[in-house]
């Protein structure tokens, strides 16, 4: 597909990035000359210096012939602007990040009448990235997919697990737990495992069921998987708020230090239900005293992300509760890994990888027969989605039956709009979509899954 | 540096030369000549050594300016190596100096030639020499560029170090792309031409020879007199032909994409357009006494401007003799070369307009001390990087220039003959004049002056910094110890 991304910050040369790799034809629009000429050397893409909500700049970037358009400069209304008017030249889709709070709350407003197929707002979803997390404490991580009704709940196996030294088809005879091991991380390889898979400590194991199942599988392997009862929240900025107001809706007790008086009168207006302290975060006899040692859930989410490491790090000294780290840049990720930090979140990383989702379902749903299309565990493993016609040779067969190749899995089936697990038992029937999760990447049709 | 992974690159390199040594050894099957084993066992070598080379993937594929440098550099270097082998391999040209030295001529699209009596040569190894200008007209490495799926970015660096002129601009977002236009532009253009020859009276053989020679911009003749001997008609085809070689290949885009508005903004094409038509002018006037009539005094001056100004170097007749006006004119042209992003060489057009337009608002700060003025081209802003990497290249140009003078002034040649020699190998031309003028060769030189030249004409093909760069003692040192102490 042709993609114009207008601006080339992180998420844009992020996405820039990713989708040439992803075999895209990429134009990247931006007003420094400096960094469109290194995103479009370091990315292969066309670089146009200009200002991307100008009709002109857009034709120089092949707005006519484009498929798709994203605005992800630093202002709201420059990329409202940018996709109105791709919209009157060109006949291509258009997404924009829109991140001030008083648009939210008529954002469907402003998709509909200006055309747009998708609005983004990173604080939001980053906010909602940690609502997920800490609703279920115990995974490190949740991929979502199926538009949401799927979830891959990733944990860690900690040292003295029962799960530590267990193949994976003693999990249901030995714990009486209903859920499906799907992938397993396990020093930077990621492994789909069979039944004969034993698990391991320090291994990361992801795993489907449903909400109930999974409190159940987690109760049993000894971790405690409540959602919290009450978070802290140290810095007032727009990632606070969205997450202070999702929580609340969870009846989730927020409190929020913020150092700045005006910022924190702002926030008692708006957050009527959180307790909103007014004091510097790094200061530790004010954390003590507002009960960091007691807190079920402690989030780093100042603008720094320096200090955010260091407010984590010093908050995994003092509780055992839940800890969110918020970090902007994406470069040393590898080393942040690293440190005790619980569930670091990237906002950055969450908006490029949910537009990178939409271009990926939006090309899919152009040629092959893959639904929708993810990437999860860092890339290294996909889930793909099919539709199953009924001419299929995989209709009425027991899964366990089935020829199917290595490394890989069917994960789950959705049956109208119904989420199934499957078991061996189980067969597909017409029209079903099957989620298939596999390390091989790149089938392109429900057939590949089959071995020969 | 990542050696590894530019020894990838120049074993794929090798293999493509292998590929490319083959074609000859068909010719000489054609023509029953015995000569072409050469070609054969060349190639066996070339394909044995890059095979070796790029028999294992690099895991490491950090590619950064510098690489793209080095490997560019690299590349022209082996492949100037390997291609001169036949010519020592069948004897035609014994010396292995001489041998290069015309290799390198080939590559460069230089078209400066050591043999004096060139219809001596075998078919083979006439067809060799012509497809060397063809191969290294448009870059080799752009070539491997569209064929080879290298990662994303490294590619941007190759393009930018092989590509002439003060910037490259892709022409869609993909650098391999990209690639594929303008070699499918070049290859279109080149058959056009060899259709246009053979129709009007022109046999296969010297039909593919000219036009290879034509659209490289490189200049070996077939005939020892050049074209001098060829009709009218053919000579205007090949004059004209040069001239379209020698125009940036994105206006051939804009004509693809159908925007031709765009094309008669362009300033660089306006100017180059401009110099060949006044040059032709003046030039005709000044020759018209030595012709029957205006028109033909017109048709061989037109030829003669075009051949200098692309850096090309077909004579139709032997300037040499032409008053001193002309000549003038004509070593200006040299200069100048033709546009950026075409097959010619020389200084280009677009380095001199931006020059030009530098120099007027230095001139004007001298007047109005606060002035503040942008060179500015096509109405856009010309980046001041850019204004100052044209500076840095006048300037290393003519380091280059006067110093290579001064190294082949040791022979006692006259002032003109080294002058224009090294004029005509630094800007890729071929003739100069007097003792390497049209209807003489170079191989009066000794190797020493050769290997100067050899260079100069590989830094004039590549745009001065590769060949500079390649000679930095940085480059040259692995983990801080030198490679060669």
């Known amino acids: ?452 | 540096m990542n050696y590894r992974f530019i020894s990838y690159i120049v074993g794929w390199i090798l293999n493509f030369q292998g590929i490319f040594l083959i074609i000859p050894s068909f010719v000489a099957l054609y023509y029953g000549e015995d000569s072409g084993f050469a070609y054969v066992v060349t190639s066996i070598i070339c394909l044995a050594i890059g095979v070796a080379l790029t028999l294992k993937k690099p895991s490491n594929k950090a590619f950064y300016a510098k690489d793209g440098f080095i490997s560019v550099a690299a590349c022209w270097i082996v492949l100037s190596i390997t291609g001169a082998l036949p010519f020592v391999f069948n004897g035609e040209i014994p010396s292995i100096v001489d041998a290069m030295f015309e290799t390198i001529s080939g590559f460069t699209t230089t078209g400066a030639t050591i043999l004096s009596d060139v219809e001596a040569l075998s078919k083979c190894n006439l067809f060799w020499r012509s497809f060397t200008h063809w191969i290294g007209g448009m870059g080799v490495l752009v070539f491997v560029l569209c064929i080879l799926p290298l990662a994303g970015g490294d590619n941007m660096h190759l393009l930018k170090a092989e590509s002439p002129g003060p910037s490259v601009n892709k022409l869609v977002p993909r650098v391999r792309d990209t690639a594929l236009i303008l070699y499918g532009i070049y290859i279109f253009l080149t058959i056009i031409e060899v259709v246009l020859l053979l129709i009007s009276g022109m046999t296969a053989f010297d039909a593919l020879t000219t036009s290879f020679g034509t659209a490289g911009t490189g200049g070996f003749g077939i005939k020892n007199n050049s074209m001098a001997d060829y009709s009218v008609a053919i000579q205007n085809i090949v004059g004209v032909f040069m001239m379209l070689f020698g125009v940036n290949f994105s206006i051939y885009f804009l004509l693809l994409v159908r925007k031709p508005k765009q094309i008669l903004k362009s300033e660089e094409l306006r100017v180059y357009v401009g110099i060949i038509a006044i040059s032709t002018i003046v030039i005709g006037i000044n020759i018209r006494g030595s012709f029957p009539s205006i028109w033909s005094a017109l048709q061989q001056a037109f030829f003669q401007v075009s051949s200098v100004i692309t850096t090309t170097g077909f004579a139709t007749v032997d300037f040499n003799l032409w008053p001193s006006l002309s000549k003038s004119v004509l070593i200006l042209l040299m200069f100048v070369g033709a546009c950026a992003g075409s097959t010619g060489g020389g200084i280009k057009v677009s380095r001199i307009v931006i020059l030009w337009k530098d120099i007027k608002n230095e001139l004007a700060a001298y007047m109005h001390p606060r002035s503040v003025r942008t060179v500015r081209i096509e109405g856009k802003k010309v980046n001041n990087e850019i204004v100052n990497s044209v500076k840095t290249y006048i300037s290393l140009y003519l380091v280059i220039f006067i110093s290579s003078v001064l190294l082949i002034s040791f022979e006692n040649y006259s002032f003109e003959t080294n002058f224009t020699a090294v004029a005509a190998t630094l800007n890729n031309v071929g003739p100069g004049f007097d003792g390497v003028g049209p209807m003489e060769n170079f191989a009066k030189y000794n190797s020493f002056s050769k290997y100067i030249l050899m260079f100069d004409m590989l830094a004039g093909r590549l745009e001065l910094i590769p060949m500079v760069i390649i000679f930095n003692p940085s480059v040259w040192k692995i983990r801080g110890k030198r490679l060669f102490s």
């Open chain 1, 1 to 452: 597909m042709q993609i114009i991304i207008v601006g080339c910050g992180k998420v844009g040369s992020t996405l820039a990035e990713q989708l040439s790799q992803e075999g895209h034809d990429i134009s990247v629009i931006d007003i420094n000359e400096k960094i469109v000429e290194e995103v479009s050397y370091k990315y292969d893409s066309l670089g146009v210096v200009g200002n991307g909500a100008s009709h002109l700049t857009q034709v120089e970037a092949g707005i006519e012939k484009a498929h798709l358009l994203i605005a992800v400069t630093g202002s709201d209304e420059l990329n409202l602007l940018c996709c109105l008017i791709a919209r009157k030249v060109g006949d291509c889709k258009t997404i924009a990040r829109v991140r001030n709070p008083i648009y939210s709350k008529e954002i469907n407003f402003i998709k509909e009448e200006l055309g747009l197929s998708m609005v983004i707002n990173p604080e939001n979803a980053a906010a909602s990235e940690i609502t997920r997390v800490l609703r279920f404490p115990s995974a490190i991580s949740i991929d979502r997919f199926n538009k949401g009704r799927v979830e891959l709940l990733n944990f860690k196996v900690q040292d003295g697990s029962i799960l530590h030294n267990i193949s994976v088809k003693e999990i249901a005879s030995k714990l009486h737990c209903d859920v499906l091991v799907c992938t397993v991380e396990r020093a930077e390889e990621v492994i789909i495992p069979n039944g004969e898979f034993i698990i391991k400590e320090k291994d990361v194991v992801s795993i489907i069921a449903s909400h109930k199942k999974a409190v159940e599988f987690f109760v049993k392997i000894g971790v405690i998987s409540n959602p919290v009862k009450n978070a802290m929240l140290i810095g007032g900025g727009a990632l606070s708020y969205y997450l202070a107001n999702q929580l609340i809706g969870y009846g989730i007790d927020v409190k929020i230090i913020e150092q700045d008086l005006n910022r924190c009168e702002v926030l008692t207006e708006l957050l009527p239900r959180a307790m909103i302290i007014n004091g510097d975060g790094t200061n530790q006899s004010l954390l003590k005293e507002e009960g960091i040692e007691e807190t079920e859930s402690f989030a780093s989410l100042t603008g720094l992300d320096e200090e955010n490491v260091l407010l984590s790090l010093y908050a995994h000294s003092k509780t055992k509760g839940k800890i969110i780290t918020k970090v902007n840049r994406i470069a040393f990720d590898d080393v942040i890994n690293n440190l005790e930090l619980g569930s670091v979140i990237y906002p950055k990383y969450i908006t490029a990888e949910y537009i990178v989702q939409y271009v990926r379902a939006m090309n899919n749903s152009i040629g092959s027969n893959v639904e929708t299309l993810y990437k999860i565990k860092k890339d290294k493993a996909e889930a793909l989605e099919f539709y199953v016609n009924e001419d299929s040779k995989l209709i009425g067969i027991p899964i366990e039956k089935l020829n199917l190749k290595d490394n890989l899995l069917i994960c789950c089936i959705n049956r109208s709009g119904k989420i199934i697990t499957p078991r061996g038992q189980d067969c597909i029937v017409k029209g079903d979509r099957v989620i298939v999760v596999t390390t091989n990447l790149g089938y392109q049709d429900l057939a590949d899954i089959l071995r020969g």
